[in-house]
């Protein structure tokens, strides 16, 4: 099978490895998008990530293209119908980078709660006084969670490290492995919200 991997790091190339020797593999850094694809026209088997554009005019130049292995978790850059009417079998990653993201999300509830951005800046410029730039704990607070897919149960697992109370949004509210402790869920439709500097205001459509 010819296989070519878009958006490809030096780092990723060895997670191919096994394939050599049975398949005919080529490595670009460059995404696949309208403009190279007729480069590509013999793949039967493309690997690609967030920054291609796979829509209905790629998939025309590729007659023999069989899969799309897509290294991230959301394919909305592939036009999934096309490649359904076509044959095509599309996959993804589900569990990519769960526990990173839920763990950045914390990394940056903290950086607000304790203002390190404005310390960060004023150190740089020599300014070691503390004034104004004093914080909240995370501790007992209580975090809105929308949405309990597999990032949003992550990002309530560990909130309940820092004794917070859990509000999880989402259409069907539910959790595979039951309900967690200290956590009310709600089932909600469409939220909008909007972001002030330390806090965000939801409200339901």
Known sequence: MKIYVFDVENWEAG??????????IEFTSEPLRPANASRYADAEAVSTFIYSSIERDVLAEMPKL????????GVDY????????RGVTVTN???????????HVFALLLTLSHRMEEAVQRTRRG???????????????????VGTGDIGRAVIDIARGFKDGGVG?????????????GVHLCRTGPITCRFERDHAACSRQ
């Open 127 to 145: 300014d070691f006084t503390a004034h104004g730039l004093q914080g909240f704990d995370l501790r007992g607070k209580t975090i809105g969670v």
């Open 169 to 181: 949004l989402r259409r069907q509210a539910r959790f595979a492995s039951g309900p967690r402790a």
């Open 78 to 85: 592939i036009d999934v119908d096309r490649c359904r009417e």
């Open 15 to 24: 997670a191919f490895d096994r394939l050599d020797g049975e398949h005919e």
């Open 93 to 103: 990653v589900p569990d990519y980078g769960k526990t990173t993201v839920a763990e």
């Open 66 to 73: 069989e899969v799309i292995a897509s290294r991230s978790t």
